[in-house]
């Protein structure tokens, strides 16, 4: 059997059975969006994120100094994801030698300027000399009330922040050889491919009010991260297509949004559940961040659409797959 066979995560389950193991302080492992150690009243969370030339991101088309941010930021997302506070990164890159100091340059200005915004302090890490560019950042948290991809419940109400879809055809216009200040139009889905935001404000105040049952982030697309709650969660979902938060500029400019935005990936949006009596919580919470509903969690396995006449059909997954051919 080659790698190719597998899906990710077949192999993260393969990797959770031979790693398995019992320890007081660790209360979240392999599986979620990051690790959690207790630490005192705290807990330190964990996470670490791989970016590679060609396969994540093409250096023709994606700036140097928006790379630095992103190669942070989806970090950052995935502590957000489980409710903590961003505090500390590690730097392991590998480079070409052929490589010119002008990108070196660019890619530490944006990676500094991420790590400002949220103020995260770059602590250590290692550098190696490699065929393509090759990103990996530990990013390390705190946080209190840990959010996991497992508390989700039949009745609970699925919410989604931001929007849907536009990174995924912010993409395809980068691959035009479009780029940012070319078009206002396309500014906007150019800027959530090349320069996603991490969430951390929306996950700190569902963490602090204890509001969300489950969540993760979406990075492979809704329909792929929907079904990691899921299958942690023991339960299905429905998903309304019609509530979908889809942005003007994709709608204008895509006719495939709604595709996009179930299974486009590189969104880095928070989707999480919540008690239905939480609701009026979640409301005042809506004057703040752009929450949307768009399902529930249900009874089952199985994750369904519900069209705009209540017709429900089976979602299957079409997000992204690190070991598919390509």
């Known amino acids: 059997m080659k790698l190719q066979s597998l899906k990710e995560k077949e192999l993260i389950s393969e990797l959770r059975k031979e790693f398995s193991v019992s320890c007081p302080e660790l209360t979240v492992g392999i599986g979620d969006d990051a690790a959690v150690i207790k630490a005192g009243k705290s807990s330190f969370i964990i996470t670490k994120d791989l970016l590679v030339e060609d396969f994540h991101f093409v250096s023709s088309f ?22 903590g506070v961003p505090r500390y990164a590690l730097l392991g890159l590998g480079l070409p030698i052929q490589i010119e100091l002008d990108w070196l340059e660019k890619f530490f200005a944006g990676l500094k ?31 209190k009330n840990i959010l996991k991809r497992s508390g989700a419940k039949p009745g609970h109400l699925l919410f989604v922040s931001g929007t849907l879809g536009d990174a995924r055809q912010g993409l ?23 320069d996603p935001a991490p969430c951390v404000s929306l996950g700190c105040e569902l963490s602090h009010l204890m509001l969300a049952s489950s969540m993760i982030d979406i990075s492979d697309g809704l329909s792929v991260d929907l079904g990691h709650i899921c299958e942690e969660s023991g339960c299905g979902a429905e998903i309304y297509l019609e509530k979908l938060p889809i942005s ?17 990936g590189e969104d880095y949006q928070l989707l999480f559940s919540i008690p239905p009596q939480q609701i009026d919580s979640i409301s005042r919470l ?18 369904f659409i519900v069209d705009k006449s209540g017709k429900r059909k089976k979602l299957m997954e079409n997000g992204y797959q690190h070991f598919k051919m390509r």
């Open 62 to 83: 994606h700036p140097p100094y928006f790379l630095g941010r992103k190669s942070l930021n989806v970090n950052l997302s995935d502590i957000a994801a489980m409710g």
């Open 248 to 264: 003007t500029e994709l709608r204008s400019m895509q006719r495939r949004a709604f595709w996009y935005a179930l299974h486009g």
């Open 172 to 194: 395809l216009l980068a691959r035009k050889g479009y780029s940012i200040g070319d078009d206002k139009k396309a500014d906007t889905l150019l800027k959530a491919f090349l």
């Open 113 to 143: 300027s991420a790590a400002k915004e949220e103020k995260v302090i770059l602590i250590g890490g290692d550098i190696s000399q490699a065929k393509k560019i090759t990103i990996s950042i530990t990013a390390v948290g705190e946080g």
């Open 286 to 303: 809506q004057k703040k961040f752009r929450i949307t509903q768009i399902g529930r969690i249900i009874e089952g396995k199985d994750v």
